[in-house]
């Protein structure tokens, strides 16, 4: 009877299929993505934002949930991007645009361009990065809902006006970043105001003027961390041109402090730049050697991702025709199987209680 209750209790979690990863509903899952996902954004926990995209991929493809695939994968290549990774941002991108086949869903489709957009202006193909970023634009202006249009497109046109400040098309750099900011204003586009009014208009009272609207902004509302660091650096940029150099050089380290945490090479290599130049001013040799030798350290990396992102095949000149993969459907446990499992573990313990008594009276 003893070895009758071992192999029935054995036998039961040998055969029970039973899982200990949690299961998420495809609702749960629009959750965690329009929620925890932001979150994650906004406070600059990029690589907490990736674990869990990549858990919401898996849950996604589980459940066969299209949509929750191709947002997943969309928003780990906003991760990646963040993060100076375009080879794994393009990547995710193209495995959005073969599982959004037959998805009618003109926000995740224009996401997609707009992120591609980013991603070959940063491997410096800025012509098929406007390319695709015009395409996004197009797609976001049928956005229905009101909220999602205007700030998709106020998305696109913040990377659009950095494209054409790096084709030196100031005009248009004008253009989309003021169409950008009275879409929707935020710290950061206020910031970027100020440096076009410091750098291309030679306008210091304007220039201060936005530096105030975006603190304003930044103390008044919730936005990302990641913003508060151009910030500091565009502030910084206007002390160094009114000669103010010890704010100037306080401003652009607050503001590498806050890349470094993000791991945001390419804003932390650029303020270091910029903070060798103060250095400069302050006829300070050693530290501006410093500064300018680990800008380049940090370029160098960065020069080595775009190298094997300008290998990759390229993506999404049109969305694809191919079907997504077609995964079968897991089917939730029933809740009742640990009731189940409670009364044959139950069962098999009174069996081997009463066998051991049996066994000691005998004795």
């Known amino acids: 009877m003893f070895k009758c209750a071992v192999i029935i209790v054995l036998t039961f ?3 029970t299929p039973l899982r200990l990863t949690a299961q998420y509903s495809n609702k749960q899952i629009d959750s ?6 932001q979150n994650y954004r906004q406070e600059g926990k990029w690589y907490e934002g990736l674990l869990l995209f990549n858990n919401i991929l898996q849950a996604s493809r589980e459940n066969n949930y299209q949509k929750g695939i191709v947002e997943s994968c969309i928003n780990l290549a906003n991760f990646y991007y963040l993060m100076g990774n375009s080879t794994a941002s393009i990547q995710q991108l193209d495995t959005a645009i073969a599982a959004s086949n037959g998805l009618t869903n003109k926000i995740l489709e ?16 800025t012509k098929k990065a406007e390319e695709y970023l015009k395409k996004a634009l197009s797609i976001a202006a049928e956005i229905k809902e009101e909220q999602p249009r205007l700030r998709n497109i106020q998305y696109i046109y913040a990377i659009l006006a950095t494209v054409y400040e790096k084709n030196n098309n100031i005009s248009m750099f004008y253009f989309s970043l003021e169409k950008a900011y009275h879409t929707l204003p935020n710290p950061i586009l206020a910031s970027r105001m100020t440096k076009y009014y410091l750098i291309y208009n030679k306008n210091l009272d304007s220039a201060r003027t936005y530096i105030e609207k975006a603190n304003k902004m930044w103390e008044s509302g919730s936005y990302p961390v990641h913003q508060k660091s151009i910030m500091l650096r565009n502030e910084g940029l206007y002390h160094f041109i009114i000669e ?13 402090i806050i890349s470094k945490s993000l791991g945001n090479k390419e804003e932390e290599a650029a ?8 250095h400069e001013k302050l ?5 501006q050697d410093t500064a300018l030798r680990i800008s380049l350290l940090i370029a160098d990396t960065i020069l080595k991702d775009i190298a094997v992102a300008e290998k990759l095949p390229a993506v999404a000149s049109t969305l694809r025709t191919k079907e997504p993969v077609k995964r079968p459907l897991v089917k939730k446990k029933d809740s009742k199987l640990w009731w189940y499992l409670a009364i044959i573990i139950s069962i098999s313990l009174s069996a081997i209680s009463v066998f051991y008594y049996k066994l000691r009276k005998r004795k």
């Open 32 to 37: 965690l993505i329009n929620s925890t996902a």
């Open 13 to 15: 979690f040998y055969f």
């Open 110 to 125: 224009q996401r997609i361009y707009s992120e591609l957009g980013k991603n070959y202006f940063h491997i410096n193909q």
């Open 283 to 287: 006829k300070n040799p050693k530290a």
């Open 244 to 256: 103010e150099y010890n704010k100037a050089a306080e401003r652009y380290k607050e503001s590498i």
């Open 271 to 278: 303020t270091y730049k910029m903070l060798s130049q103060v």
